[in-house]
Nanobody
Framework: QVQLVESGGGLVQPGGSLRLSCEAS????????MQWYRQAPGKQRELVAT???????MHKVSVAGRFTISRDNAKNTLYLQMNTLKPEDTAVYYC???????WGPGTQVTVSS
C-alpha cells in the first residue's frame, strides 16, 4: 500500500511563498488523479487543486494564478507551489489520491505577520 507524506509547510508572512511536497512510498505513475486539499480551523476540508497523469490541472478559483500544482512521476512526488500567500490560506494541507483512497497526514501552513 502506497503511503503519502506531505512536507514544506510552515509560517510565512502575507505575500510570501511556500512549496509543498507530497512524497509517495511507491510509484505514482499508475495514479491518474492526484489532488491537494486543505482544511482551515472550524471549516470543512476543501479541494484546492487537481492534476492528472497527462498534466491537466485544475485549481480552486480563489487560488488560481497564485498556486500551481505539479507532479514528478520519476520522483514519486506531488507539489504545490504557493505564491502571494494570504492569511485566508492558513490551513492544514493534504495530498490525496481519490481512486486509491489515499491521504497524507497533512502539513500546516500558517500565513501571518
Amino acid at each position: 500500500q502506497v503511503q503519502l507524506v506531505e512536507s514544506g509547510g510552515g509560517l510565512v508572512q502575507p505575500g510570501g511563498s511556500l512549496r509543498l511536497s507530497c512524497e509517495a512510498s511507491g510509484t505514482i505513475s499508475s495514479i491518474n488523479i492526484m489532488q491537494w486539499y486543505r482544511q482551515a480551523p472550524g471549516k470543512q476540508r476543501e479541494l484546492v487543486a487537481t492534476i492528472t497523469n497527462g498534466g491537466h490541472t485544475m485549481h480552486k478559483v480563489s487560488v488560481a494564478g497564485r498556486f500551481t500544482i505539479s507532479r514528478d512521476n520519476a520522483k514519486n512526488t506531488l507539489y504545490l507551489q504557493m505564491n502571494t500567500l494570504k492569511p485566508e490560506d492558513t490551513a492544514v494541507y493534504y495530498c490525496h489520491a481519490p481512486a486509491q483512497a489515499l491521504w497524507g497526514p497533512g502539513t500546516q501552513v500558517t500565513v501571518s505577520s
